[in-house]
């Protein structure tokens, strides 16, 4: 999917022409299909088998559903870098969590904490497979993120939280169950996720921030990457319901009342409400290129905020928690930029360069709230 998941995936002998990532569906699909095809080479003869095993190597190496990939060196886009940025420029602490990896001789991703400019960078995490898509609670001390242990089997990935200085690392949901997607209700007594559990297509669930109390919000329907609005009234997320394309729907915290408000065509992702609760801003490829947008919160009032140079994209937007400004990843070939905009769009402005898994930036609100 889209937003907070972005790859900076390219390989030369399979360089994909799309400037946007496999969804989900899509990559269910192609594994799906690998595992057929593994199934009808057993029964060649040894000389096809060679063949169709060569194959097969080449469709998971293309499909991009086997691991996160090691990033390659790239041009950097000329932007200027911004002059420091002050914690009061956007409200919050003037810090951001991110997915990093510090070097580009670094294969795995893990979760970092820095100034808005990328200056002074600590990492939080350091496992063995990759740590991303963090999100702050509402007071700003701790963080829940995704983590997949295995590189080798990236959807087999679970929920964490953490403090904010990287200690008390726990696991939520334990199961490996294609678990991501996480967010905090704004009471800070829920956190909402989606999860692919018992085989099934991504859906959406509630739990405490220990990880009991494991309810499942709606069932029998896609869902991933929801948002709950300021007020704690209401949630956003992605789904297919009654379309061929992946949409963003508003709904009752209880799950009734699903109402949708974008049209796509092929894939909007990655809602953020604004934090009056009036707007949200959002990823979609509908042009054939992934740029960030913003609609109010009834679907009305859509536009494009930016409008990414060849070969790149944008993604991935958070608001910063006085509703002024919007940060957002701009993805290249084979790393990505954090950048930073007003709400409008305007004052576009390069931060910093990154490196790794494709994964925007969230910001610290205050503390101690």
């Known amino acids: 999917m889209l937003s907070h998941k972005q790859s900076f995936f390219d390989m030369d002998s399979c360089r994909s022409t799309r400037p946007f990532p496999l969804s989900t569906r899509q990559k269910h699909q192609l594994f799906a299909a690998g595992l057929h095809f593994a199934s009808a080479v057993m029964k060649e003869s040894s000389g096809r088998k ?12 293309c499909s991009s559903t086997s691991q996160p ?22 409200g919050g602490t003037g810090r951001i969590a991110l997915a990093c990896a510090l070097d580009l001789a670094q294969a795995g991703t893990d979760i970092c ?3 808005l400019d990328g200056s002074i960078m600590h990492r939080l995490t350091n496992g063995p497979g990759p740590e991303l898509s963090p999100s702050w609670s ?20 679970d929920i964490w939280v953490m403090n904010e200085d990287g200690s008390g690392k726990t696991n939520l949901t334990r199961d490996r169950q294609g678990n991501w997607g996480a967010t905090w209700s704004p009471d800070g007594k829920h956190i ?17 921030p220990d990880g009991t109390g494991l309810r ?18 209401k949630i956003a997320f992605m789904s297919n319901i009654g379309t061929d394309s992946f949409v963003l729907y508003v709904m009752n915290a209880d799950g009734s009342g699903i109402t949708r408000v974008s049209n796509g065509p092929r ?18 490829n509908r042009t054939g290129y992934t740029e960030v947008y913003i609609m109010n919160s009834d679907g009305s009032g859509l536009h494009r905020l930016t409008t990414s140079p060849p070969g790149s994209s944008s993604g991935g937007p958070d608001w910063s928690p006085d509703g002024t400004k919007i940060l957002f990843l701009r993805s290249l070939p084979n790393s990505g930029e954090n950048w930073i905009m ?27 709230n």
């Open 50 to 61: 060679l063949l169709m095993l060569l194959l097969l190597i080449l469709l998971v190496a």
């Open 69 to 90: 990939p090691t990033p390659a060196p790239t041009a950097r886009s000329t932007a200027r870098l911004s002059a420091t940025l002050t914690p009061g420029n956007g």
């Open 113 to 115: 904490v820095s100034n």
């Open 138 to 157: 509402p007071d700003g001390k701790r963080l829940v993120y995704r983590y997949t242990p295995n590189p080798n089997q990236f959807e087999l990935s």
């Open 192 to 208: 909402l996720f989606n999860s692919g559990r018992d085989g099934s297509a991504p859906q959406l669930y509630l739990m405490n």
């Open 216 to 233: 499942h919000l709606l069932t029998g329907m896609w869902g991933e990457y929801p948002d709950w609005s300021p007020d704690g009234k």
């Open 267 to 284: 894939e909007d992702s990655g809602p953020r409400w604004s934090p009056d609760g009036k707007e949200i801003a959002f990823t979609s």
């Open 342 to 368: 007003n709400s409008d769009g305007s004052a576009q402005t390069k931060l910093s360069d990154t490196y790794g898994f494709g994964d925007a930036p969230v910001w610290q609100p205050k503390t101690g």
